[in-house]
């Protein structure tokens, strides 16, 4: 008898965390689902997790095993954590990836980087058109984020029609991009929505969001009495907050000038997609000296602390040919992330320590792109779907969003990475746990969770590292005496020879102890060093260090 066909969600990044999103559905008989793929994000390694990566995504394993079952990938914004895994990863998928316009741009920037093929990046237009991939029907819902044309997404199936929320704000006067409205999700519950996959990010926040819009006057206010160079960080990809900044700059009389590629290419793009229709002109960086300092507003990269960023540079000295001097006025219009606290505590003190006038206030001068718990309200309101799956957040998001849902009368589903849902036919539940992981981007190349190569690093990097290099001649006997190299290690003084001399006689001593038979077995001779290299560095130092012994035979 064959399998009856069901409909699934299953998150792989994303679902208990904030970042790394990768959402797949699938309908069809259990195992032979037709595939699609909604977004494709990084998250960002900090020191303390991931020392020396790049990026941190999504491990695509599962969905890459079924890459002959996956029809299409769905981009719903241009944010990297939905979109900056797309180029780096789209070798192991291969499949059509739609967008929308300024997102399409952004997406084939990226495939263009990683030397994919751009013609994959098909380019589509909004709701109520609709894209077909497989049994899946598509289209992208207009509405207001932090970045230019954000989509939910609405995929109807056979079984039932599904609206991805992807990010949202409740914004009806956003600036730049397009208005929440209110009546195109009303007109999508009242044709029926079987469940809707939304964003959690906010849930704990008890007030209405504020508009984009609201911020105006208060920075504009700030350029007006602020006495010395101004510089501004914010999010690259918030086009509407640069352009509130610039334009306030400009009516206090400033000339703007850009730092950073990444807020230049996002301006760039805005313009020629179309989303933005005007921005006040620009000076070149190099052109500065020309303008008196009280008559610059610099808009910068770097609001999260990134170490190679405008803001990082400018905060430790000279960048660009601009310099910081007492009683500058620095402003974050920004949030600071989750895990980025310290990078930004850092760039703070160092501009205190320079006498810049540093202004960090999330209230008066920034807005968040996520909706408050009354705006997650109301998009239940207005969708009324058969069950709500929360996502983008963590568990502690996820549950409290699901807390929600049932306070308004809807039924709800906590499903972190990793948990399949069945969504139709019948009740929709938990019916899988697949296992979930992480890939890293290291310099250039791709490793895994499983690989061992961070684990490694963390160990070296908290324990340092000795090497150990043993010599053994034809006859099966040392030779030459044994060398030691530490790294990360401080000294013991009271040891004659030092840390690494009093470990090389050590091991010369136990090696001239050792049997025939044993000094003929590389794990053997590995152990004794191991062993040994472990015992006195930790009577020593307390410490057990990372260690790596290097065998070498001479052949008779």
């Known amino acids: 008898m064959a399998k009856p066909d069901r409909l699934i969600y299953l998150p792989l990044g994303g679902a208990g965390e904030i970042g790394m999103n990768m959402y797949v559905y699938g309908y069809g008989p259990e195992g032979a689902e037709r595939l699609i793929l909604v977004d494709v994000g990084v998250t960002f390694p900090t020191m303390e997790n991931a020392p020396g990566v790049e990026l941190i995504m999504a491990d695509p394993a599962w969905v890459q095993a079924r890459a002959d079952r996956l029809e299409a990938i769905f981009i719903t914004h241009a944010h990297e954590d939905h979109i900056g895994a797309l ?96 009546d195109a999700f009303r007109a999508i519950g009242d044709a029926g929505v079987l469940a809707m996959t939304c964003d959690s990010t906010n849930v704990f926040q008890p007030n209405p969001g504020r508009s984009e819009a609201t911020l105006a006057e208060p920075i504009r206010a700030l350029m007006a009495e602020a ?36 807020m230049n290419t996002m301006l760039k793009t805005a313009r020629t997609s179309e989303v933005l229709d005007s921005f006040p002109e620009t000076i070149d960086p190099l052109d500065a000296d020309t303008v008196p300092r009280d008559k610059l507003l610099v808009l910068a990269t770097g609001s999260q602390g990134e170490r190679r960023a405008a803001t990082a540079q400018l905060a430790q000295g000279r960048f660009m040919g601009l310099e910081l001097r007492p009683g500058d006025t620095y402003l974050f219009s920004s949030k600071t992330i989750p895990g980025n606290e310290v990078g930004v505590a850092r760039i703070l003190n160092a501009l205190s320590e320079r006498g810049v006038r540093a202004i960090e206030d999330d209230g008066r001068y920034h807005v968040s792109g996520h909706p408050n718990r009354p705006d997650l309200t109301l998009m239940h309101d207005l969708v009324r779907p058969g069950v709500v799956v929360p996502m983008h957040g963590e568990h502690r998001h996820l549950s409290t969003h699901a807390e929600l849902a049932r306070e308004l009368g809807r039924p709800a589903i906590v499903a972190p990475n990793g948990a399949m849902v069945e969504l139709a036919p019948g009740a929709p539940r938990i019916v899988e746990r697949i296992e979930t992981g992480r890939v890293y981007l290291d310099g250039t190349q791709l490793i895994g969770a499983m690989d061992g190569i961070i684990r490694d690093r963390l160990r070296m990097a908290i324990r340092g590292h000795v090497t150990v290099s043993i010599l053994i001649d034809e006859a099966g006997k040392p030779l030459g005496g044994t060398w030691v190299e530490t790294v990360g290690l401080p000294e013991a003084p009271r040891l004659r020879d030092g840390l690494a001399g009093t470990i090389e006689a050590d091991i010369d001593r136990n090696l001239a102890r050792m049997k025939p038979r044993d000094l003929g077995d590389d794990d053997a001779v590995e152990q004794l060093a191991t062993r040994t290299v472990a015992r006195i560095c930790n009577d020593t130092i307390g410490k057990k260090p990372f260690c790596t012994v290097m065998i070498s035979r001479l052949e008779a």
């Not at 192991?92 to 997406?107: C, D, G, K, N, S």
């Not at 077909?132 to 230019?148: D, E, M, N």
């Not at 009389?253 to 990444?262: N, S």
């Open 87 to 182: 180029g780096i990863l789209f070798h192991r998928l291969r499949v059509p990836v739609y967008a929308r316009r300024f997102t399409a741009a952004i997406a084939q920037n990226k495939m263009e980087r990683a030397g994919q093929d751009t013609a994959m990046v098909h380019q589509t237009q909004a709701w109520p058109h609709m894209v077909h991939a497989g049994p899946f029907q598509v289209g992208f819902v207009p509405i207001a984020h932090s970045i230019p044309e954000c989509s939910s997404l609405l995929i109807e199936t056979p079984l039932g029609r599904i609206l991805h929320t992807a990010d949202f704000k409740v914004d009806r006067t956003p600036v730049v991009g397009e208005p929440f409205a209110d």
């Open 227 to 262: 006495e010395g160079m101004v510089v501004a960080t914010t999010f690259a990809s918030n086009v509407a907050r640069l352009k509130t900044l610039a334009e306030a700059g400009r009516d206090a009389g400033r000339k703007i000038i850009v730092l950073g590629r990444a």
